[in-house]
């Protein structure tokens, strides 16, 4: 009998661009898969991130400055202890990962957690460059290239776009 392989498709959506400034995490969405294979078992959360979502992050999420004012704190137990433990031991798998990483390190660091080391995550931008070079990579491409549905996708939000992934 083979050992069953255990990943999580991760996604966050954010305040901005910079994880190495100010900007910060304002939701996270994780799907569990084994052997490759969504189990139903997902997280979603929305997070104050104390500071002004972007004009831009707006549009391309929906997610407002009141959307998040009575949300948990990033370091609050139930955001990221809740987080932790979804996600163990396993391997992140992110669309366009750096960014992602960036960011959910930040985010931990800040509450004196251990980083999660790079070699637990896949990078799903990096494995399209390399199997459709010079075709375009980001998450509608893909997902147009493999026949999957966008028609539910009117904003990005992480926990769809994990799904998707």
Known sequence: MTDSIREIAFDTETTGLNWDQDDRIIELGAVELVNHIPTGNTFQTHINPGRSVAEATIRITGITDNDLIDKPRFEAPEIVDA???????????????????????????????????????????????????????????????????????????????????
């Open 83 to 165: 987080f932790l433990e979804f996600v163990g031991d396993s391997t992140l798998v992110a669309h366009n990962a750096s960014f992602d990483r960036g960011f959910l390190n930040m985010e931990l660091q800040r509450c004196d957690r251990d980083p999660i080391p790079e070699d637990r995550w896949v990078d799903t931008v990096a494995l399209a460059r390399k199997r459709y070079p010079g075709a375009p990579a980001s998450l509608d491409a893909l997902c147009k290239r493999y026949d999957i549905s966008l028609e539910s996708r009117t904003y990005h939000g992480a926990l769809l776009d994990s799904l998707l992934l």
